[in-house]
């Protein structure tokens, strides 16, 4: 089973600032299957970026997903005051078939 | 569009099963490629993924609730359900219902389960 570890825990930064957030796996991961995700307070999760580096429908392009193998990264290039959210990875196993959320990522203003 | 909705039991007592149900909208739940997953989020905590059942029924589970998970079909409601065994207080959270293909696209409000006597 692949256990995923996102660092920071949490990240204070202001709006204009870049983030950068990682997300390390236990064992190789399918780049096809690796995924972030943005969740604000009392709303479901909603999809950022999917195959590793491809933006959801309507995801502004100051987000940006990277990494293979083990180690994956999701920058925000300029932080907006909406941005400020936890952020998970998510990969996708087909042996067993499973999904797996990373522990999440605040980041806060 | 599809749209996911969850409905069922906000409070169930130890020891009982946990019902939820997940309805279809704007598209068939028998598309083949997708899966159709539970995941839950406990108060102040991150998302766990539950299991998911695809068109065919094949079901899939987290090892680590799959003793005490079922998750089923029914094509003619257009929705999928979630049942889980046995609960007890760690088992209170938001649970979401998601439509997946390696990642998950669309997903439903969530609706809170709590589990006490």
């Known amino acids: 089973e692949i256990v995923l570890t996102q660092s920071p825990g949490t990240l204070s930064l202001s709006p204009g600032e870049r983030a950068t957030l990682s997300c390390r796996a236990s064992?190789?991961?399918?780049?096809?299957?690796l995924a972030w995700y943005q969740q604000k307070p009392g709303q479901a999760p909603r999809l950022l970026i999917y195959g590793a580096f491809n933006r959801a429908t309507g995801i502004p392009d100051r987000f940006s997903g990277s990494g293979s193998g083990t180690d994956f990264t999701l920058t925000i290039s300029r932080l907006e005051p909406e941005d400020f959210a936890v952020y998970y990875c998510?990969?996708?196993?087909?042996?067993?078939?499973?999904?797996?959320f990373g522990q999440g990522s605040k980041l806060e203003i | 569009q599809l749209q996911l909705q969850e409905s069922g039991s906000g409070l169930v007592k130890p020891s009982q099963t946990l019902s939820l149900t997940c309805a279809v909208s704007g598209g068939s739940i028998s598309s083949g490629g997708y899966s159709w997953n539970w995941i839950r989020q406990p108060p102040g905590k991150g998302l766990e993924w539950i299991g998911y059942i695809d068109y065919s029924g094949s079901t899939y589970y987290n090892p680590s609730l799959k003793r005490r998970v079922i998750i089923s079909l029914d094509r003619s409601k257009n929705q999928f359900s979630l049942k889980l065994s046995s609960v007890t207080a760690a088992d209170t959270a938001v649970y979401y219902c998601?439509?997946?293909?390696?990642?998950?696209?669309?997903w439903g409000q969530g609706t809170t389960v709590t589990v006490s006597s």
């Open positions: 064992q190789s991961v399918r780049s096809s299957y």
């Open positions: 998601a439509l997946g293909s390696g990642d998950m696209d669309v």
């Open positions: 998510q990969q996708y196993g087909d042996s067993p078939p499973m999904y797996t």
